[in-house]
């Protein structure tokens, strides 16, 4: 079975602060996805990345970025956490397969800013 | 610009009874899949439909797949309370993306 796993359930962050979200995958997976899910907006892709080092804009990318030095971590980050960014993160993977490009979602992660 | 529509939104039922969520969608694309999400949970994978016609079920969850209408039903059988849930239909957008629909928010009643 694929796993992915995010680093954290919960978190609370201040205005201001780095907020680091890390997502691991273990099924050598190429392509690695962040979302935020908000409620009346089903999910929004924020970032996606195809291979190592490689990454491509989703259609809400403003106040994050994105990391993947390694094939089986996608990280998503907060320069300057902002009250509007609270909401649920997940992170998902998928490999062109005889499913497609079939997603494997993540538990998520819960991000309070205060 | 893809689009991706479900309706209805809400879906209160009786146990027993039958119900189909529709997922429409505004251009080409031959991927459809289908999600479960639990109250504070992640999204679980339901079916992967691949091509026009694709059929699948799996115990009261039937989905099926009409490219050319730009269509993906999810119907349900003699509905249980253990299928509230909010369900979701995604289509692969090319270029490894998916568009997701707005979700159905699905409660059994007992």
């Known amino acids: 079975d694929v796993k992915v796993t995010q680093s954290s359930r919960y978190l609370v962050k201040r205005t201001g602060e780095k907020v680091f979200l890390e997502c691991v995958q273990d099924?050598?997976?190429?392509?690695m996805f962040w979302y935020r899910q908000d409620p009346g907006l089903g999910l929004r892709l924020i970032y996606f990345s195809y291979d190592v080092k490689m990454k491509e804009k989703g259609d809400i990318p403003e106040g994050y970025s994105v990391s993947r030095e390694k094939k089986e971590r996608f990280s998503l980050i907060l320069e300057s956490a902002s009250t509007n960014q609270t909401s649920m993160y997940l992170c998902a993977s998928s490999l062109l397969d005889r499913k497609g490009h079939e997603q494997y979602f993540g538990p998520g992660t819960r991000l309070t800013v205060t | 610009e893809l689009k991706v529509e479900q309706n209805p939104l809400f879906l209160s039922m009786q146990e027993g009874k039958n119900y189909t969520i529709y997922c429409n969608y505004s251009t080409t694309s031959d991927r459809l899949y289908w999600y479960r999400q639990d109250p504070g949970k992640s999204l679980e994978s339901l079916f992967v439909?691949?091509?026009?016609?694709a059929v699948k079920q799996e115990g009261r969850l039937m989905a099926s797949l009409d490219t050319k209408a730009r269509l993906s039903t999810l119907h349900i059988t003699a509905a249980v309370h253990d299928l509230s849930a909010t369900y979701f239909c995604a289509v692969d957008a090319g270029t490894y993306k998916y568009i997701f629909g707005t979700g159905t928010r699905l409660k059994v009643l007992a």
């Open positions: 099924m050598d997976h190429e392509n």
């Open positions: 439909l691949l091509s026009n016609g």
